[in-house]
């Protein structure tokens, strides 16, 4: 059973609205737009830069990434990709952890991203220190920590996994008779529990994106579009896990749209993915799962506020001006470096 004695949800008035933020980004007319397009062409020619957005980011910036060599996907191959670059300079769109575990990877190459504000409610809601003392408790414990952490809590890990391959090395570890300390999320540590019926304790984190998916609106979604397939994100509620065809990660997701036989999906992650599937299945129809409902915040409404933040002027900003630089204490990135690169070693394997 999964102890769910730590409750570690962040306060909703911690947490930004997407619609708030978005309201406060510049407006740009086409021809502006083309001009700082064009410019962030160049800088990152001129810098020996590479731009790595997630797929949660907005599509301009995800074109931009596809039209310069650059690279969109999920945390793990954004990851590996970075690695692999021979850019100086790595431009990583997207949220802090996934910034700094650029910089834990490549420490010789300069990590920039357009906005350090931009975190993650399970990043924020795992202190380390907090967390430090969670893993003191169960010292019998292997520590499996989400890539959505900061680079201290990735340091106190023996692994580090993105929802891809989460299923594969818990099972790996039950091989081993280990029993697993999950964290920080705990609808994914939870669907981990049950597919692979691991002896896991979990931290108790949420996705302020994925928590507010509503399972009784979606049922009746899908009563409205009974041929649609359900596509589901791992970090979603239970019951919303439930009703899905498939969950996995976003990778796996956008894999799905293009495979699966259905003209439509109803989809449980970040909206922003819809110009990945659409790509990928062009005459194909998404329909975004609801966040309305019995006890709805919508402070995401199916879009990361966090996400939300990198935009068109300060990526620009970020290559004119060399700012937003990530650092990670060496001591730290040692010990981050370890479990991290296990992930990636393991995925080689
Ligand atoms: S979508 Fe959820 S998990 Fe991803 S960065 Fe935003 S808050 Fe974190």
């Given at each position: 059973m999964l102890d769910t004695s730590f409750e570690t949800t962040v306060p909703l008035q911690d947490i930004p609205e997407t619609a708030v933020v978005q309201a406060g980004l510049p407006v740009y007319s086409a021809k502006q737009r083309k001009e700082k397009i064009d410019r962030i062409k160049f800088l990152l020619q001129k810098e020996n830069a590479v731009l790595i957005a997630h797929y949660y980011t907005h599509e301009t910036l995800q074109r931009i990434a596809e039209e310069t060599g650059g690279y969109v996907s999920d945390s793990l191959e954004m990851a590996r990709f970075g690695s692999r670059?021979?850019?100086?300079t790595l431009i990583v769109a997207g949220v802090r952890f996934m910034g700094e575990t650029a910089k834990i990877l490549n420490p010789e190459k300069r990590v920039l991203m357009p906005t350090l504000q931009a975190t993650c409610s399970l990043d924020i809601g795992c202190p380390a220190k907090e967390f430090s003392a969670f893993c003191d408790l169960h010292p019998e414990h292997e520590v499996v920590v989400y890539a959505n952490t900061s680079a201290e809590v990735k340091a106190r890990a023996d692994w580090v996994v993105t929802s891809s391959i989460a299923l594969k090395v818990v099972s790996h570890l039950m091989d081993q008779d280990k029993k697993i300390l999950w964290a920080p999320d705990r609808h994914l540590g939870r669907y981990i529990e049950k597919v692979t019926g691991a002896d896991m304790i979990s931290w108790q984190g949420a996705c302020v994106v994925h928590e507010e998916f509503k399972a009784r609106a979606l049922g009746d979604l899908i009563a409205k579009h009974p041929d649609a397939g359900i596509l589901v994100h791992p970090e979603s509620p239970e019951a919303v896990i439930e009703a899905a065809d498939v969950v996995g990660s976003t990778t796996a997701l956008i894999r799905a749209a293009q495979e699966?036989?259905?003209?439509s999906f109803i989809v449980a992650t970040d909206n922003r993915i819809f110009y990945k599937m659409k790509k990928a299945a062009p005459d194909k129809v998404f329909i975004e799962a609801p966040?309305?409902?019995?006890?709805?915040?919508?402070?995401s409404c199916a879009h990361c506020p966090w996400m939300a933040m990198n935009g068109l002027h300060n990526l620009e900003a970020v290559l004119e001006s060399g700012e937003n630089e990530i650092h990670v204490a060496e001591e730290i990135r040692n010990k981050a470096y370890r479990s991290t690169h296990r992930m990636l070693d393991f995925v080689a394997n």
């Open positions: 670059h021979n850019a100086t699966l036989p259905h003209r966040t309305a409902g019995e006890g709805a915040t919508c402070k």
